[in-house]
Structures are given as structure tokens and as C-alpha cells.
């Protein structure tokens, strides 16, 4: 992390945010302001395609004389078969960009098929390195109906190999959307559960970013107000999903960590949730949520006075806390901010067993961003961590 002033970083998002209740309508004009004509409007099959948000922004896209063609069989945790569909899609009506409305699987569905459509080649084959792309992928505007993923304002698609259970990130420029409309009345009629996982994973973006290696003081400016905001906001959203001003914060602070940890790079809460999910099933919040204290205790001994930070920012103590009591504070203010949501305590109560370790392992020490960790451990330390995750055992997280 940096430490001093003089350190060299650079900072790029070229993603127009555009905040506010009621933004949806302006959809059409942003879109067709850009040149664009036909779009893949890319979407979910269930409640979210049903949503009045979807009907508003089909709406304003006809009357921007936009033209779309409707993919809406993004499932959670997108395949790579899917995204080869909806690329084969753009390719056949020669569209010339992706809307994305919906939760990070449409958005980073949409992503990968923009990337994929513009090369002509299959995404896993960038995702396993075996080819780089030729061509930036095609404009992407994103709609987002959750708080979480930040997939709206980040560089970054996750795609699912279902053939090796894997779930494998990609970064590129060109992934960044050309604009995020963030219309928290599109968030009004999310389930407490999706509210508190996705809140879970933007609050984890945050944190990993403010503790990741690359951090700067910009990124570290986005990531403490994302904190503070998800702190206070992430239990109203989640007890009342009617609260628009909890919902508006949620809808900042997602969208906004993605921008930071696009900079920066996350850790090893991610690089753990990822085997868990696509080995598991478990949704990606939940992962995330269930991990994370464990993480932090595991971190508590060389990140405590940035983990003092984020413990103020979260209000849970005094911004000139000692170090060590300030880190203790947030690992305990996690816990408790889990509880309040009904998250899982430990990676047992969530399904996975002792005897998982193994499989769930060589894929989190192989995380392409575990560099970023602010504490390089080893791949024994992580196998211990891992262990202390499941049983739910924070002193021995501490190692
Ligand atoms: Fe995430």
C-alpha cells in the first residue's frame, strides 16, 4: 500500500456515471449520444426482466431510435457457452453494442460477449491466455439492479468454466463501461437476501482495495466513503428495501469500489470465494461475507493501521485508535455486520466440509491478484487460513 506522497500511480476510469432515481429514462438519449444505432440489450430471464426498470429502459431506448435484440437467458454465475451465445448474437445482427441491465452476471455476461464478438474468438481462450485480444470489446452501458458487484464502473468479467468448475476473472481497458446509469430505483424491489450478498461483495471490493498493495490516495479516498456509507446504509437496505436514500447509498458505493479496485487489484477474500462458488454454488456475497472476517484476523498483524481506518470508517472506532485495537474493532464489527444480515458464521455452516480444503486450495493459491495482499503468505499459512475458515475459527485465523 502506498505510503508515501511521492509514490507513482495512475488512476483511470472512463465510465460516465450516471446517478439517480429515475436516470433509466435518460437511458435512450445516452446511448444514441454515443453513435450507437443496435445494441444487445442483455438482461436475466427471471424478476429482473419482469421489472418495471426493464420495461422503463426499453421504452427509452425506442424512443432514442435505438434498435435491440433482447438476450435474456443470463443465469447467475455466467458459462462461457452463454457468453458465446450472446456473442453469436451481436454477430448475427451486426449490433454494434451491449446494454447490460441487471446483477454483475448480465453485466460481466454482456462484457465477455462484447469481447468475444469484437475478436471473433471464444472468451475462454483470453482467459486462459492462450490468445490476447486482438480489438477492444465493443461499447458497453451498464444498468445495474444490484449494489455489489461494481461490474458497472471496473474493468474486470468473471466468467464460469463449467468444464474445470473454475471461476476465472478478466481484466481489460475496454471492459470498462461507457457508461454506468445507476438508478437506485432499479435496487427498490431486491429480495433482503440478494441485498445483503451483493452489499457484502461491494463492502468486500472496498476493503480489499484499501488494503491491496497497489493502493493510492484516490483509490483509498473512494474506498473509506464506500465504507462508511455501506455501514451505515447496507442494514436499512436490507430491513427495509423501500429505503431509496439506503438504497442510493448502496448504489454509490458499489458502483464506485469497482472504479477503485479496477486501480488496485482485491485479495485473497476473493480469491477464496471464488472456488467456493464455483465448486459450491455458494453465491459470490455470501462467499465473500463469510470469509472475510477471517481474512482480516489473518491480516490484523501487518495491516492494522489500515484496517484501524477502515474500522473508524465503519464508526466502530475512533480514528486514532491504536493500531492493533483498531484492527481487532473492525474483525469484530464484520462479525457482527454478517450476523445482522444472516450470513453464514463459518464456510461449514455454509455447506463446505473439512474434507473440501483440497479441492477448494491450489485453485485460491493460484488467484491472480494474491500478489496485491498486503501479507505475502504462504501456500501453507493459506491452507491454514483456508482450514480456519471452514471450522469457523477466527483465533486460529489469526495464525
Ligand atoms: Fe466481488
Redesign the pocket.
Known amino acids: 500500500m502506498s505510503t508515501n506522497n511521492s509514490d507513482p500511480f495512475s488512476f483511470f476510469c472512463p465510465t460516465k456515471l450516471v446517478f439517480g432515481p429515475g436516470t433509466t429514462k435518460g437511458a435512450g438519449d445516452i446511448v444514441a449520444g454515443m453513435g450507437i444505432k443496435s445494441v444487445l440489450l442483455v438482461s436475466g430471464s427471471g424478476a429482473t426482466r419482469r421489472s418495471p426498470g426493464f420495461a422503463v429502459l426499453m421504452a427509452a431506448l425506442d424512443r432514442a431510435g435505438v434498435a435491440y435484440t433482447i438476450f435474456d437467458k443470463v443465469t447467475p454465475d455466467p458459462v462461457a457457452e452463454l457468453v458465446a451465445e450472446a456473442a453469436e448474437a451481436i454477430r448475427a445482427g451486426g449490433l454494434e453494442a451491449v446494454v447490460a441491465y441487471g446483477g454483475g452476471s448480465p453485466i460481466d455476461c454482456g462484457k465477455s460477449a462484447a469481447l468475444a464478438a469484437a475478436n471473433g474468438v471464444g472468451i475462454l481462450e483470453f482467459l486462459y491466455k492462450r490468445a490476447a485480444p486482438n480489438e477492444p470489446a465493443l461499447p458497453i452501458i451498464a444498468v445495474p439492479t444490484t449494489a455489489g458487484?461494481g461490474s458497472e464502473m471496473s474493468s474486470a468479467a468473471v466468467t464460469t468454466d463449467r468444464a474445470n468448475d473454475r471461476k476465472l476473472g478478466y481484466s481489460i481497458e475496454s471492459f470498462f463501461p461507457r457508461a454506468a446509469i445507476v438508478d437506485p430505483e432499479n435496487h427498490l424491489s431486491m429480495p433482503p437476501r440478494v441485498t445483503a450478498a451483493t452489499g457484502m461483495?461491494a463492502l468486500?471490493?472496498a476493503v480489499e482495495s484499501y488494503l491491496s498493495l497497489a493502493a493510492n490516495h484516490v483509490s483509498d479516498a473512494v474506498n473509506l466513503k464506500c465504507v462508511s456509507l455501506i455501514g451505515a446504509a447496507l442494514p436499512k437496505a436490507y430491513a427495509d428495501g423501500g429505503d431509496l436514500e439506503a438504497r442510493s447509498a448502496m448504489a454509490i458505493a458499489g458502483a464506485t469500489a469497482g472504479a477503485a479496485f479496477s486501480q488496485t487489484g482485491l485479495g485473497m477474500v476473493?480469491g477464496f470465494a471464488h472456488p467456493v462458488g464455483a465448486r459450491f454454488g455458494v453465491a459470490?456475497g455470501d462467499a465473500?461475507a463469510t470469509i472475510l472476517p477471517y481474512v482480516m484476523a489473518a491480516l490484523a498483524r501487518t495491516a492494522a493501521p489500515r484496517m484501524r481506518d477502515l474500522a473508524a470508517a465503519l464508526g466502530a472506532c475512533r480514528p486514532d485508535a491504536p493500531a492493533e485495537a483498531g484492527a481487532a474493532a473492525f474483525v469484530e464489527a464484520i462479525v457482527e455486520l454478517k450476523s445482522k444480515l444472516g450470513i453464514a458464521e463459518s464456510l461449514s455452516d455454509a455447506g463446505i466440509r473439512p474434507e473440501d480444503a483440497k479441492e477448494l486450495l491450489p485453485d485460491a493459491l493460484g488467484y491472480r491478484m494474491r500478489a496485491r495482499s498486503p501479507r505475502a503468505m504462504t501456500d501453507d499459512e493459506l491452507g491454514r487460513l483456508l482450514d480456519a475458515a471452514i471450522a469457523g475459527d477466527l483465533k486460529a485465523a489469526a495464525l
Do not use: P
Request: without cysteine; glycine residues 0%.
Open positions: 458487484t461483495d468486500t471490493h476473493h459470490h465473500n
